[in-house]
C-alpha cells in the first residue's frame, strides 16, 4: 500500500503565498514523475505543475512565473510552492505520483483546500 499525504493548504489573503508538501509512504519503490492537480468547484481537475525524477519541471501557464514544483527523492516528497496568489487560484489541491513499476502505478493524495480571499 502506497499513500500520499498532501498538507500546506489553508486560508490566504490575495498576494500572498503557501507551500504544499506531499509525502508518500509504504511499499515504495521509486517514483518517476510527480505532479501537483487542483480543481475548483464545479470545474474539471486542471494540471498545475509536474517534474521529472530528474527534476526536468513543467508549468500550465496560469501558474508561470508564480508557482515553483520541487522534489526529494530521498523524502519522496514533492512540493509546490505558490506566491502571489490569486482568488482564482482557490481550489483543492492533489498530489500525482507515478511509479516506477511495470506497469507503472498512479497515485492521488486526498486533496488540501487552498482558498485565496480578495
Known amino acids: 500500500q502506497v499513500q500520499l499525504v498532501e498538507s500546506g493548504g489553508g486560508l490566504v489573503q490575495a498576494g500572498g503565498s503557501l507551500r504544499l508538501s506531499c509525502a508518500a509512504s509504504?511499499?515504495?519503490?521509486?517514483?518517476?514523475?510527480m505532479a501537483w492537480y487542483r480543481q475548483a468547484p464545479g470545474k474539471q481537475r486542471e494540471l498545475v505543475a509536474s517534474?521529472?525524477?530528474?527534476?526536468?519541471?513543467k508549468y500550465a501557464d496560469f501558474v508561470k512565473g508564480r508557482f515553483t514544483i520541487s522534489r526529494d527523492n530521498g523524502k519522496n516528497t514533492v512540493y509546490l510552492q505558490m506566491n502571489s496568489l490569486k482568488p482564482e487560484d482557490t481550489a483543492v489541491y492533489y498530489c500525482n505520483a507515478n511509479m516506477m513499476t511495470v506497469p507503472t502505478r498512479e497515485y492521488w493524495g486526498q486533496g488540501t483546500q487552498v482558498t485565496v480571499s480578495s
Open positions: 509504504g511499499s515504495i519503490f521509486a517514483f518517476g514523475a
Open positions: 517534474i521529472t525524477r530528474g527534476g526536468l519541471t
